[in-house]
Nanobody, 122 residues
Framework: QVPLVESGGGLVQAGGSLRLSCTGS????????LGWFRQAPSKEREFVAYINKEGDTAYADSVKGRFTISKDHAKNTMYLQMSSLRDEDTALYYCAASWTWDARRSDLYTFWGQGTQVTVSS
């Protein structure tokens, strides 16, 4: 069983919006935190946002005010609503599950999805 599956990536013009989805599994249902990371070509994977079991959220400064993370418990699905997209948001976006509170580093996450590509064109 694949622990996490992302969807919703695609090609969008600068200034546009996109919503990513991440569907969890039984293996991730007990996690404390679900997060989004991204990796652009030739760059390290970087933290984007997370949401914990209490519903608290955290964002990277680069996306604060433009991206919104949310979760639908009934569907076991997490979302990342991205607005005012910029060229620098182009990356492969991953969702991941962690059993560490306030997890902003990738090494604190145990399960990862395969990633979904977001490409912003200017």
């Amino acid at each position: 069983q694949v622990p996490l599956v992302e969807s919703g990536g695609g090609l969008v013009q600068a200034g546009g919006s996109l919503r990513l989805s991440c569907t969890g599994s039984e293996r991730t249902s007990s996690s404390f935190v679900l997060g989004w990371f991204r990796q652009a070509p030739s760059k390290e994977r970087e933290f984007v946002a997370y949401i914990n079991k209490e519903g608290d959220t955290a964002y990277a400064d680069s996306v604060k005010g433009r991206f919104t993370i949310s979760k639908d418990h009934a569907k076991n699905t997490m979302y990342l609503q991205m607005s005012s997209l910029r060229d620098e948001d182009t990356a492969l976006y991953y969702c991941a599950a962690s059993w560490t509170w306030d997890a902003r580093r990738s090494d604190l996450y145990t399960f990862w999805g395969q990633g979904t590509q977001v490409t912003v064109s200017s």
